[in-house]
């Protein structure tokens, strides 16, 4: 089984970056799509963007665009979530996941099957 872990997140005021990590612990990790997520405090989680094998393919909730890039680097098996002009309302637990079908890069259509323990963003305002 994968082992994801996030990490990066913090306190920060409002306009302030952030970027978080995703580290696997094993190198397959690099074969999979990935996505990061979120979950607010009484909400569901939410979807907020995905990353393909070689990084050649992004998708992005329309809320993220032109704010949050998705990055990945396989020799670290890591992948990157920056979180720029931050808001109030992007407080909430950042997760990432992964897909374990190899190379599979439909990033509207993943099926997550791997969670790291998430990592905790508060942009105060």
């Known amino acids: 089984q994968v082992q994801l872990v996030e990490s990066g997140g913090g306190l920060v005021q409002a306009g302030a970056s952030l970027r978080l990590s995703c580290e696997a612990s094993?190198?397959?990790?690099?074969?999979?799509?990935v996505g990061w997520f979120r979950q607010a405090p009484g909400k569901d989680r939410e979807f907020v963007a995905a990353?393909?094998?070689?990084?050649?393919?992004?998708y992005y909730a329309d809320s993220m665009k032109g704010r949050f890039t998705i990055s990945r680097d396989n020799i670290k098996n890591t992948v990157y979530l920056q979180m720029n002009s931050l808001k109030s309302e992007d407080t909430a637990v950042y997760y990432c996941?992964?897909?374990?079908?190899?190379?599979?890069?439909?990033?509207?259509?993943?099926?997550?099957?791997?969670w790291g323990q998430g990592t905790q963003v508060t942009v105060s305002s």
């Open positions: 996941a992964g897909d374990p079908r190899d190379y599979y890069s439909d990033l509207q259509r993943l099926v997550y099957t791997y």
């Open positions: 094993t190198p397959t990790f690099i074969r999979y799509p």
């Open positions: 990353i393909n094998f070689n990084s050649r393919s992004t």
